[in-house]
């Protein structure tokens, strides 16, 4: 028998032809699949390592359909503990949170988490080192510009310098204000603190197509820097854009409903301004956009404050100030 991806029979799978003896096959269980390749494994002297990734893209996000789904998963891990199978789930750790947070629990969680590595975080000095080496694959871009490729591997100063040939010191005027690469990971963080690669370079890709338009445009002008301050704003206003249509509407549909009620207001809520807006079960929602990120929770004067960060609200069409 064949199952689906939510384990509906398939009206596709080939009908089986029952044995000699007029009796149905049993079906083939884990255990004894596990079995049969730890044997083969052991008699060719071989390893077998499962990835599972890109789990956020299968069922909907912070959905029950999810949490039972994954759950399973990782229950599922439990019965391929060998020393010749090894299964490694990438799991985002909102997703993780989301799957134990629930009234039972999740009962010897520690048998899945005990080879759990740490989560997976990107520095700005690696988003800067990413940045610099998907510039210089372009040939003609070092050559213009005079820069080692092969030396921009060996030295994280070197890569800083690169960086400053392509963009300006800083965003906005005056110039003690942020250096341009921290401006960018500041605006590409969302409320946990977490800057994706993914956002970063969909930030760097409008501003480079906003910066050809402008040089298009103006054809013999004079620009001093590669990619221009008013392009890199341009591209953040874009990629803001992006992540409120692909991710929260897109990824959270369930979920918008309670977000699309934010929409041109404001940056920071109270707790009694969110029991408000969001009215019953106010509390389980406002962990939920905790826990995908709209919010970072703070505490001014002794109250909690929750913040839109900057990732969202130029799509978002927030205004600065506390609701």
């Known amino acids: 028998m064949e199952l689906d991806l939510f384990g509906s029979r398939s009206s596709t799978a080939p009908k089986v032809k029952p044995s000699a ?20 494994l052991k008699k060719t002297a071989l390893s077998l390592w499962l990835m599972v990734d890109r789990l956020d893209e299968v069922f909907p996000r912070r959905s029950e359909l999810e949490r039972k789904a994954l759950r399973g998963l990782l229950r599922t891990m439990r019965n391929f503990r060998s020393e010749n199978i090894r299964v490694k789930v990438f799991l985002r750790d909102d997703m993780l949170d989301h799957v134990v947070r629930t009234d039972e629990g999740f009962t010897a969680l520690t048998h899945v988490t005990v080879r759990q590595a740490d989560t997976l ?9 990413m940045i610099v080496k998907r510039l210089f694959v372009n040939a003609p871009l070092a050559a213009y510009l005079k820069v080692s490729r092969e030396h921009i591997d060996a030295s994280a100063t070197y890569r800083g310098q690169c960086f ?8 906005f005027r005056p110039s003690h204000q942020s250096p341009t690469i921290r401006w960018i990971c500041n605006r590409c963080a969302d409320g946990r603190g977490v800057v994706t690669p993914r956002d970063v370079l969909d930030l760097l890709t409008c501003a480079i197509q906003k910066q050809q338009d402008i040089c298009a445009g103006d054809p013999d002008g ?3 820097w590669i990619i221009g301050p008013h392009a890199i704003q341009h591209g953040f206003a874009e990629m803001s854009k992006r992540k409120r249509q692909n991710y929260l509407q897109a990824e959270f549909p369930h979920l918008w409903k309670h977000i699309e009620k934010f929409v041109g207001g404001k940056t920071d809520y109270r707790s009694s301004t969110l029991r408000t807006l969001l009215g019953d079960g106010w509390k389980e929602v ?3 956009l905790l826990a995908i990120g709209l919010f970072s929770k703070g505490n001014k004067r002794g109250e909690e404050i929750f913040s839109i960060p900057f990732l969202y609200r130029h799509g978002m069409q927030l205004t600065q100030g506390k609701a």
């Open 21 to 40: 003896k007029g009796e149905d096959p049993f079906p083939t269980y884990v255990n004894e699949i596990k079995e049969a390749l730890e044997t083969i």
């Open 121 to 129: 975080k990107w520095t700005q000095d690696q988003l800067l080192a």
């Open 164 to 171: 400053d040939k392509v963009f300006p010191p800083t965003v």
């Open 222 to 224: 004079a620009a001093d």
């Open 286 to 288: 406002r962990d939920d």
